[in-house]
């Protein structure tokens, strides 16, 4: 079984620019999430879609950052305009059904660099 | 104080060594309690879940007190490939997001 893909691995763009990064979730996974861990810090929650529903976003930290999930199959989530601080690593997540298991399984991560 | 507190390390041990690592979290609420496994560079995997009346998979035992808030992992006879940073995570309940403790490193050397 395929897990969670990320695309881009890697990304440097500047400061100003637009950035989308994408997430394929384990097929079936009803539950998608996105993190994020920038330099020196934890790994933090940003948003939970429940399909193509935003269950929770409470962890997005500005308006700068747009997250969709169309038709509840990949995700995508926009930086427009990136700033220096939203450098780290952007970690997805797929669950199935909550309730049946809170086990969230991760895919490797876009490296994102603002300059 | 933060949700989810680990000892950052490193804890460096020899090869056959058994190492514990502690984890306290602040919101008594949490319905779930995993420890996750970080290697360098990588993204978090599932390690196990913690449950209450404790859990074993091969050389990892994992205990949960609910009434002291504090989660432990043990692992027995480590193995160079040990060697990773051991993250504890908290499903605080609601809707299912997880929080992260900042991890402990383990180092193990022959």
Partial sequence: EAGVTQFPSHS???K????TLRCDPISGHDNLYWYRRVMGKEIKFLLHFVKESKQDESGMPNNRFLAERTGGTYSTLKVQPAELEDSGVYFCASSPIPGVSYEQYFGPGTRLTVT | RKEVEQDPGPFNVP???????NCTYSNSASQSFFWYRQDCRKEPKLLMSVYSSGNEDGRFTAQLN????????????????????????????GYNKLIFGAGTRLAVHP
């Fill in chain 1, 12 to 14: 440097v763009i500047e």
């Fill in chain 1, 16 to 19: 100003g620019q637009t950035v």
């Fill in chain 2, 15 to 21: 090869e056959g060594a058994t190492v514990a690592f």
């Fill in chain 2, 66 to 93: 609910r009434a002291s808030q504090y989660i432990s992992l043990l692992i027995r006879d480590s193995k160079l490939s040990d060697s990773a940073t051991y993250l504890c995570v908290v499903n605080p309940g």
